[in-house]
């Protein structure tokens, strides 16, 4: 039987209408002939894109096949016995050369009435941004769904929905229910639930190349958005190097920033799931038990349970996201 290491899988690209180049030119990942790359899926279990295994000899194994095969061994005892062998969270970059839709996201109840689905809560990572970038999260004051149906009708929806200006490193976390968009100029690191249900709102009257505009989902989403205002969308965070900084934490998924200038060890073995290693800046080399691991900028890594301590190794330093379930 074989045995597990840390997995590199084949990044999955997506052109979109709102897609650019960033994937290339700042990630290097190459898109081949797409004419543009507005996503690529690092890390997935969705059922119409799971991610394949890229390294070692479990290399052209599935996702799901693995979790199949090992089981707790692969994401934690706690894990499997609540997602069976349901990878429960999808990784992503995301390149806006355009806005996207401004949407929102059922939850779980929701998600599960109507799509046998999960719901997708989800948090970004700021890579990049063009100056003057900003998006959309929530709303810029108390909201009820009548109030929300007369600015939607009038054509006035962004009146009453909170913009942010963004730099590298910030971070927002987006329970189901917010409405939100990426706005142009953007490079993100997307953390979020095994779903790909997405409302959209609305979509700025664009067409696609045959002069389609894109289907909306105006009733569906009532149901779905939280009406509530809050006073702070973006997540404040410590910018602390050589520690690893507990960012985001909620019952889907936990992320912690790791910023580092010299080389460190992480101590995985309290931890009951698999972990993920999102790199967004520099590079390392994973060594663990049994061999190593080069990763760098736009590489997302996958240690399993198994895994209980990695050395990450740098001359240059690093920046990754390290996530968990749990």
Request: charged share 25%; glycine share 8%; hydrophobic share 35%.
């Amino acid at each position: 039987m074989s045995t597990l290491y840390p997995l590199k899988f084949k990044t999955i690209y997506k052109d979109k209408i709102w897609g650019g180049q960033k994937i290339k030119t700042y990630l290097n990942k190459d898109f081949g002939d797409l004419p543009n790359c507005g996503e690529t899926w690092e890390i997935s279990g969705v059922p119409s894109d799971v991610s394949v295994v890229a390294n070692g000899e479990l290399q052209g194994k599935s996702l799901p096949s693995l979790i199949g095969e090992f089981k707790g061994e692969l994401v934690g005892e706690k894990v499997y016995s609540r997602f069976g062998d349901t990878f429960p969270l999808l990784v992503k970059f995301i390149d806006a050369n355009e806005d996207l839709s401004i949407q929102v996201h059922p939850d779980d109840k929701l998600a599960k009435e109507r799509h046998n689905s999960f719901g997708k809560t989800e948090m970004w990572y700021i890579i990049q941004a063009d100056e003057g970038s900003s998006l959309i999260t929530g709303f810029n004051q108390e909201v009820s769904e009548e109030i929300y149906l007369e600015k939607f009708n009038s054509g006035n929806l962004t009146d009453i929905l909170n913009r942010e200006d963004v730099k590298s490193g910030d971070i927002f976390f987006l329970p189901a229910g917010r409405v939100h968009t990426i706005g142009a100029g953007l490079l993100i690191a997307e953390i979020q639930q095994t779903s790909d249900i997405t409302y959209r709102i609305y979509d700025f009257d664009r067409v696609d190349d045959k002069g389609n505009k894109r289907e909306l989902h105006t009733e569906e989403a009532l149901a779905a958005i939280d009406y509530k205002f809050y006073p702070e969308y973006k997540t404040n965070y410590p910018h602390t190097k050589n520690e690893a900084v507990e960012a985001v934490t909620c019952q889907y998924f936990t992320t912690n920033v790791l910023d580092y200038t010299e080389n460190t060890v992480r101590d995985y073995s309290s931890i009951d799931s698999f972990v993920i290693h999102v790199c967004v800046e520099g590079a390392y080399t994973l060594k663990y038990n049994g061999g190593e691991l080069a990763v760098k900028q736009g590489e997302s890594i996958l240690v399993p349970n198994s895994v209980n301590d990695v050395e990450l190794v740098s001359e240059s330093g690093f920046k990754i996201l390290e996530s968990f379930v749990g």
